[in-house]
């Protein structure tokens, strides 16, 4: 294959829209204005949205997997090919009108500045609604969601400064329209939630984890049914704002952290602390961090690999991230003066999948001197179900 012009590429994307292409490894719903649902790649089974086409109809991510990119990369990660390959499996080159396509690159051009622009708008205002809610709600000790929390058998610290309670928080999905024809995320639900903070690697808050409960004897996650999808059950926990490279503080270290324990939720990583306590050991020196998903604790890898035994509908071996990390793409920032890393693998997720991204995060953070352990619950479970056993 000769070396392609920017032409050519511009023509293969023209001819194979990522909405079209993407369609024939997995089945997306519209979410506001992208498509979204489980990924083709890591096996996620989240309709909400872990795989997401974005606005601009020509890119895509996936929140787990810790990638994205146009409709190439989609196919050299899907089905494990090189470049050329994909090229080839998009159709190949073709002769083409090159004034027609410089008019089209222009315009690609100018309307991914014009996008940028306005995410980076949208961001920095979602980051400021999202830091007043937080600002607003209450130290969790003594509320609903610290109760939550106890009911699953967790302590919690004397000092927790990234969990936090919302007495009425909102639950958007979907949108709606006022008098005027103004179109504004529509709110389903408001009611109690705990907050986690994330904290972004410059130190700056970045977003909210927010888990929306109903009270009760203990009180419980949320049971919320999509109002445009009967039988379709929403997610009682949604991530708002920045979390790539961002962790929550569920507990800090007295001073500074020896040991510093990563896992992927909040909750496995509070029975990770109350083992610890009731165990009596002493954890004056070691921190505790959740980061929010298994993609965002490993951080990118450098390429995907076929799964052992499971298949796409088309029959092809599904493609998960393998374990070498994508060093040009960032992960968690741990402290250097961390002398040991504990990464907590929960047993009840796909187990290939989160083997690699453990095998990842461990090989990302590894540093001179310091020691890396990987905890890994049994199959089938999670460190709570281990812990309300004993």
């Known amino acids: 294959m000769s070396l392609l012009t920017p032409a050519d590429i511009e023509d293969i994307k023209a001819r194979n829209p990522l909405r079209d292409v993407a369609a024939q490894y997995v089945q997306l719903r519209r979410s506001g204005k992208r498509l979204a649902g489980p990924c083709p790649m890591c096996g996620g089974k989240n309709r909400s949205g872990r795989f997401e086409i974005l606005e601009d109809g020509g890119s895509w991510v996936c929140a787990v997997c ?31 009108d090159p004034d027609v396509v410089a008019r089209l690159i222009r315009q690609r ?11 980076a708008r949208y961001r920095e205002a979602e980051r400021t609604r999202l830091f007043e809610q937080w600002s607003a709600a209450r130290p969790i000790h003594g509320t609903i ?10 302590i919690l610290p004397p000092t927790c400064p990234g969990l936090r309670f919302a007495p009425e928080a909102a ?16 709110v389903i639900h408001r009611g109690p939630a705990m907050l ?18 109903v009270d009760g004897a203990p009180p419980l996650k949320l ?9 379709v059950m929403l997610p009682a926990k949604k991530m708002r704002g920045s979390k790539t490279g961002a962790f929550i503080l569920v507990a800090p270290a007295e001073g500074a952290a020896r040991c510093l324990v990563v896992g992927e939720g909040i909750e496995t990583v509070l029975s990770a602390y109350t083992a610890h306590v009731d165990g009596g050991r002493n954890i004056s020196d070691v921190a505790w961090w959740a980061a929010g998903d298994l993609g965002n604790m490993a951080g990118p890898a450098d390429r995907t690999l076929e799964h052992p035994h ?9 493609r998960i991230p393998g374990p070498m990390p994508d060093l040009a793409k960032p992960g968690l920032s741990i402290p250097d003066e961390v002398a040991e890393l504990i990464l907590l693998g929960d047993g ?3 187990r290939v999948l989160t083997g690699h991204a453990m095998v990842r995060a461990a090989r990302r953070y590894a540093r001179a001197g310091r020691i890396i352990r990987i905890a890994f619950a049994p199959a089938g479970r999670d460190f709570n179900d281990l812990l309300q056993d004993t």
Not at 310 to 318: L, S, T, V, Y
């Open 145 to 154: 969601a610290a109760r939550y929390l106890e009911g699953r058998g967790l």
């Open 171 to 186: 639950y958007f999905h979907g949108d709606e329209f006022d008098e005027f024809g103004r179109k504004n995320a529509r």
């Open 310 to 318: 499971e298949h796409q509908p088309n029959g092809r071996p599904k």
């Open 196 to 213: 986690a903070a994330f904290i972004r690697p410059d130190g700056h808050f970045g977003g909210l984890h927010q888990t929306w409960l």
């Open 109 to 119: 051009e100018d309307k991914q500045r014009r996008r940028e622009a306005q995410a």
């Open 348 to 350: 009840d997720s796909e």
């Open 223 to 231: 049971q919320l049914e999509d109002p445009d999808e009967p039988g």
């Open 66 to 96: 810790q990638d994205g990119g146009d409709v190439i990369r989609l196919v050299q990660r899907v089905e494990g090919l090189d470049f050329k390959d994909a090229i080839e499996r998009l159709g190949g080159t073709r002769e083409i």
